[in-house]
């Protein structure tokens, strides 16, 4: 059975929640984690790209693919930006594992298969299905780090937020590839298409608003057998995935009580590019820090989070949620289809970081 009682309950291990896990631990805390599906690390939903600043949690085994020094943006008209665009390619199952092994390593409590069923905020109790029986856990402080579609949002009655769906697959990439492409097309609305190359393999996918486009296998599959044609990738699909990203930028509060959210759960993920990864980890830790203080009598420590989380990355969602805006006016239209629509709502070109710019 689980433990009758906590210091801090996380809901959802991907990064964020291991993250915050680890960090409460190694201050001494009791920590249970909670993680829903069967195993940890998966499914894998993820184009598994991070930013060279992470590039700490790469360094254990097993969790670094290969480097990717650029990108190449596709217009409609066919025109292409080479962008510099340096990062790594990771095994994101192994790199979710390594930084659970690390929480564990620091004493908390770790279990898969374990569904959020309900949140009593007042009295500070969580109900959970775990091996078959309903549990009740009190907690003192609950870090809710699961994803765009939060049980524990939806269980204290906050509003759910914006989302696109991704489908993707993973193939065999045909000679070695060191930059990720991205397109850009109305074949797309509300989203983009993407390549990226890990060793022999390659994430081949695409996000869309399925209010816009129901059907996101078909121009998927386009896409793979144009590059197959062009000797890129050959035809295997080893596997297959998606998921749900958030697009509407960060909650109003970061914090509702003592309930914090981190990552997908909060709205960090990237309005446009979908990012979300280095984000989860960093909120993940600076929830972590906040409960520690918070349990410790600082009265601002939660206040503090949701600031300085709105501070770091607040300007860059807001940004990409008008520019979010900008394309939800133009999808399904001919101006969707020009160099000019496209070249103002994606981060590789000057005019989505110049307000003055408007497309004639």
Known sequence: MLPQQVDVLVVGLGPGGASAARVCAGAGLSVLAIERN?????????????????????????????RIDSMQSFL?????????????????????????????????????????????????IARMRHQGQEQEVAYRV????????????????????????????????KKPYTAT??????????????????GDWANLGLGADKRLAGDLKTPLESLHAQLVEQGLLGEEIRYRTGGAIPVGGLRESLFLGDVLFVG???????????????????????????????????????????????????????????RRAFLNEHWRTPRAQEDATQRRGWIAFSEYFNDGTRVA
């Open 38 to 66: 069967k195993a940890f690390g998966e499914p894998v939903q993820c184009a598994e790209f991070i930013p060279n600043p992470m590039g700490a949690y790469a360094q254990p085994e097993g969790v670094l693919l290969q």
């Open 142 to 173: 609950l870090i809710a780090a699961d994803g765009p579609h939060s049980p524990t949002a939806e269980a204290l009655g906050l509003p759910a937020l914006p989302i696109v769906q991704t489908r993707q697959y993973t193939v065999p990439l």
């Open 264 to 322: 997908d759960a909060a709205g960090l993920t990237h309005p446009i590019t979908g990012a979300g990864i280095a984000a989860a980890v960093v909120s993940g830790e600076a929830a972590a820090e906040a409960a520690i203080g918070h349990l410790d009598g600082d009265p601002e420590a939660l206040d503090d989070y949701d600031e300085e989380m709105h501070d770091q990355y607040g300007p860059a969602l807001d940004r990409a949620c008008e």
């Open 76 to 124: 409609p008209s066919g025109a292409v930006e080479h962008s510099d665009f340096p990062g790594l390619m990771v095994d994101r199952g192994e790199f979710d594992r390594a930084i659970i092994r690390a929480a564990e390593a620091n004493g908390a409590r770790m279990v898969t298969s374990t569904p959020l069923l309900g949140v009593d905020a007042e009295r500070h």
């Open 181 to 198: 492409d991205v397109w850009l097309s109305d074949d797309y609305p509300g989203g983009y298409a993407w390549l990226f190359p890990k």
